[in-house]
């Protein structure tokens, strides 16, 4: 039976040999979709609403706690007339929780917080925890093609904070 060990020598290399690769393939999805998301919010903060869409996917539906569900068109109309608005300043800060990529789909599970700066000076911000469901489409880019978020609840602050 020796060809039998070296037959069974031999798979267990391939499959010792494969696991890091799938390992760096998932590093590689979570590097990418952490430098997007990143590279997003500079870009929003910058006021490039011609770069604001290409964080979404065409096939985009989104959910925001108490609004009807939307779409790809839905949020780059709102994003880019938000950005128009030159009477108001719009930032997103940006907290990844985590990245969940299996093969060519990623769940993010994030936080961002939007700061609006009105024209009387005051500033006016919401805290908005979610989900974000990455798919990774032909041209090897990863988009958003679903998202769950919401409003955080202002919670007043205690005495022992």
Do not use: H
Not at 112 to 132: C, F, H, I, K, R
Request: contains cysteine; aromatic residues 8%.
């Amino acid at each position: 039976m020796p060809s039998d060990n070296i037959l069974l020598s031999t798979v267990l290399a391939l499959l010792v040999a494969a696991a890091p690769a799938t390992s760096a393939v998932a590093e590689s999805a979570e590097d990418t979709i952490r430098a997007t998301l990143v590279q997003w919010t500079k870009d929003f903060n910058a006021g490039n609403a011609d770069k604001v869409c290409a964080l979404f996917s065409p096939e985009l539906r989104y959910d925001f706690r108490g609004y009807p569900e939307r779409d790809y068109d839905d949020v780059c109309t709102r994003l880019k007339r938000s950005l128009s608005d030159k009477s108001k300043r719009y930032e997103y800060g940006l907290d990844i929780r985590e990245i969940i990529p299996a093969g060519d789909i990623a769940i993010v599970r994030l936080t961002w917080t939007l700061t609006v700066a009105l024209p009387n000076g005051q500033t006016v911000s919401s805290v908005e925890p979610g989900m974000d469901i990455f798919r990774k489409s032909p041209d090897g880019q990863w988009k958003i093609i679903r998202y769950l978020a919401y409003e955080a609840p202002q919670r007043p602050i205690s005495s022992g904070e």
